[in-house]
């Protein structure tokens, strides 16, 4: 049986989230460098001390999800969460680099949801793409659509006040 190092994150829960906040920290730093914004500045846009700023951007481990979304909105940018999976549940390589999905996102022009992947196909969004047990629930998304003869996006149940909807969730969709 081959003995395959793991990455240094499989140590622990912490190990990762550390790695993962450090990404998170890298695309700040490196949006407020590209932007010309001091740290001073920053603080101020989202309502701390230049040495709060410092404390968190240099100690990853003080975000969580709330100061990652103000940072974020401080420093112009949004945050998604995503999980996902990589053939490597043993962690020997380690999390995927957050600037991968951002390149991934930005190259497949910067989709606000499935339906304006561009060229996906059809078997790409399926009904469990849509889980009416999560965020549509409670954040349904709420684009009226034009024309819904064009749609071939997957599994639509009905069309309600010019909307897509999969049970009681309300989607948006992207008319050809």
Known sequence: ?????QHWTARS???FAYRIAS???AQIEN????SGT??????KAIGVT?????????NPTLFNLKSMVSYADGAGMKVAVIAYEDDDPKNNRGPINAQVFTNCWERAGCPRDLFELSGAPAHAIRQNDFSSQSYYRHYPLTTPIANTENLAHGPIDRV??????IGN???TGRTQ
């Open 38 to 43: 001091g740290r001073t500045k920053f603080a």
């Open 13 to 15: 829960v912490d190990d």
């Open 169 to 171: 969730n309300v989607l």
């Open 23 to 25: 990404d998170f920290v």
């Open 31 to 34: 949006k407020l460098e590209g």
């Open 1 to 5: 049986m081959e003995n395959v190092k």
């Open 160 to 165: 309600v006040a010019g909307r897509q909807t």
């Open 50 to 58: 230049p040495g709060r700023v410092s404390q968190v951007l240099n």
